[in-house]
């Protein structure tokens, strides 16, 4: 198994490699982040074996079980899907970076558990570029107040922008979604405030990684092509 894992590790590297020059920018600019959501702790820890570092959950309880289980790996842990604020405590224990802050009160939760802990809380805004009602995330519209908010906020950093691409599944609703996601950046990078760095970008799955690349993304989330054949 973890030679395919191997395998598919480095075609995807590949893959994310080329999409980053035909963009003109430079290599490295792109990290990974393996997506463990279909696989179970063994697999999960295989997946780091093979080379990926970086490793992402989508459901809180999942996190804190596989970090738990795991904390012999010097891996970094990204929380990716909706959290609920009941669950903040143990996540921001368990977690790197939280990718998926999605309202004013979440963040208000965030600030309180890294206050507790002692900690500033790495965090990314998650912004609803397709408009869809199921998606969670910021508005564009929202955004300004949201950072002006978290300027008052002592333990909280937001390292970056996050997003989905809707639903449609068609490539080219993806690529102009993940350009309003840059665009949004680029506006609201002057003058945010300092507690906000707006360097990363965290899109692209799957299905649509490579145009993501080439809108800029920084970090790429991916699953289910990691565990193709294994
Ligand atoms: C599942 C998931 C991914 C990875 O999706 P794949 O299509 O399997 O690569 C990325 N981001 C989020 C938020 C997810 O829930």
Not at 121 to 144: I, Q
Request: glycine share 8%; charged share 25%.
């Amino acid at each position: 198994m973890i030679e395919k894992l191997k395998s598919n590790l480095e075609s995807v590297r590949e893959r994310i490699d080329e999409a980053t020059k035909r963009s003109g920018r430079s290599p490295g600019a792109v990290k990974l982040i393996g997506v463990t959501k279909y696989v179970n702790v063994d697999t999960t820890r295989k997946l780091f074996e093979a080379g990926c570092d970086h490793l992402g959950e989508s459901r809180a309880q999942v996190l804190w079980e596989k970090a738990e289980a795991l904390t012999d790996l010097p891996a970094q842990w990204h929380m990716i899907g909706h959290l609920q604020r009941n669950k903040v405590k143990r996540t921001v224990a368990c977690s790197d970076l939280i990718h998926s802050v999605d309202s004013q009160r979440l963040l208000t939760a965030i600030n309180e558990s890294g206050r507790e802990s002692d900690q500033v809380v790495n965090v990314l805004l998650e912004v609803n570029v397709s408009r869809e009602a199921a998606k969670h995330g910021f508005t564009g519209e929202d955004l300004p107040a949201a950072l002006e908010f978290v300027s008052t906020l002592q333990h909280v950093s937001v390292n970056g922008l996050m997003c989905m691409a809707g639903l449609t599944g068609d490539i080219d609703d993806a690529q102009r979604e993940f350009a309003l996601l840059r665009d949004l950046r680029e506006r609201l990078k002057t003058d945010s405030p300092n507690n906000v760095d707006l360097t990363e970008l965290s899109m692209g799955m799957s299905g649509d990684f490579e145009v993501a690349v080439e809108q800029g993304a920084t970090m790429v989330r991916i699953g289910s092509i990691l565990f193709e054949g294994i």
